[in-house]
């Protein structure tokens, strides 16, 4: 079974990192790791400007470098921007020192007050680390499974719906690995939370 909704004791377990925000805010906010890519982030955006909403996009460096274009669309359209890290490491199979530098790598290009770890794996020592850097570490209430390559996405959808509530800070990819899956999934989705008469906002 997957794990959509992260559990209140993580939660409130690991509390000197942002895993949602008020449910009084009647706002959903919509998160997107691993681009800016090319196609992907720029059919998302497309997606969001129809629909007036306003978004957070938690950028790899590597792949702001290399589409940088895209990246400054991200920013010219209002969205909020987070640090990925440049590279994209796993914070279990990297050492803490270079894990930082990467984090510090991706700052250069990426000017942000927020850092969110790839594959959410990160240990309080990193945490206060980042802190110290200026930014605050982001989690996530809930997750898409977007980039599972199995993924019934018509069951998934139907788990989102029925767990998603305001304050919920929700997780997709601006991946070509996750792009048929969220092509699939992300206009539902936002269809849902509209017709609940709730709105989306962008992490600040």
Same mark, same amino acid.
């Given at each position: 079974?997957? +794990?959509?909704? =992260?559990?209140? &004791?993580?939660?409130?377990?690991?509390?000197?990192?942002?895993?949602?925000?008020?449910?009084?805010?009647?706002?959903? *906010?919509?998160?997107?790791?691993?681009?800016? /890519?090319?196609?992907?982030?720029?059919?998302? +955006?497309?997606?969001? #400007?129809?629909?007036?909403? /306003? !978004?957070?996009?938690?950028?790899?460096?590597?792949?702001?470098?290399?589409?940088?274009?895209?990246?400054?669309?991200?920013?010219? @359209?209002?969205? /909020?921007?987070?640090?990925?890290?440049?590279?994209?490491?796993? !914070?279990?199979?990297?050492?803490?020192?270079?894990?930082?530098?990467?984090?510090?790598?991706?700052?250069?290009?990426?000017?942000?007050? *927020?850092?969110?770890?790839? *594959?959410?794996?990160?240990?309080?020592?990193?945490?206060? !680390?980042?802190?110290?850097?200026?930014? @605050?570490? =982001?989690? &996530?209430?809930?997750?898409? *499974?977007?980039?599972?390559? #199995?993924?019934?996405?018509?069951?998934?959808?139907?788990?989102?719906?029925?767990?998603?509530?305001?304050? #919920?800070?929700?997780?997709?990819?601006?991946? /070509?690995?996750?792009?048929?899956? +969220?092509?699939?999934?992300?206009?539902?989705? =936002?269809?849902? =939370?509209?017709?609940?008469?709730?709105?989306?906002?962008?992490?600040?």
């Amino acid at each position: 079974m997957k +794990l959509t909704r =992260v559990p209140n &004791w993580i939660r409130k377990s690991k509390s000197d990192r942002i895993w949602d925000f008020s449910v009084s805010s009647q706002s959903i *906010y919509l998160t997107f790791d691993d681009g800016p /890519q090319e196609e992907v982030t720029e059919w998302v +955006l497309d997606l969001l #400007d129809r629909e007036n909403i /306003q !978004a957070t996009f938690f950028c790899v460096g590597h792949n702001v470098s290399k589409n940088p274009k895209i990246f400054q669309r991200i920013l010219e @359209t209002g969205h /909020q921007v987070g640090n990925h890290s440049f590279s994209h490491p796993n !914070a279990w199979k990297t050492s803490t020192d270079d894990y930082l530098k990467d984090i510090e790598k991706a700052k250069k290009v990426i000017r942000s007050g *927020y850092f969110r770890p790839p *594959y959410g794996k990160v240990s309080n020592k990193i945490v206060k !680390a980042v802190k110290k850097m200026g930014m @605050t570490t =982001v989690m &996530w209430s809930l997750l898409s *499974y977007d980039f599972e390559d #199995d993924l019934d996405t018509d069951k998934q959808l139907k788990n989102l719906f029925t767990k998603v509530e305001p304050g #919920d800070i929700v997780v997709f990819h601006d991946s /070509q690995k996750s792009f048929s899956n +969220l092509k699939k999934m992300l206009p539902s989705f =936002v269809k849902h =939370v509209k017709d609940q008469g709730w709105s989306f906002s962008r992490i600040d």
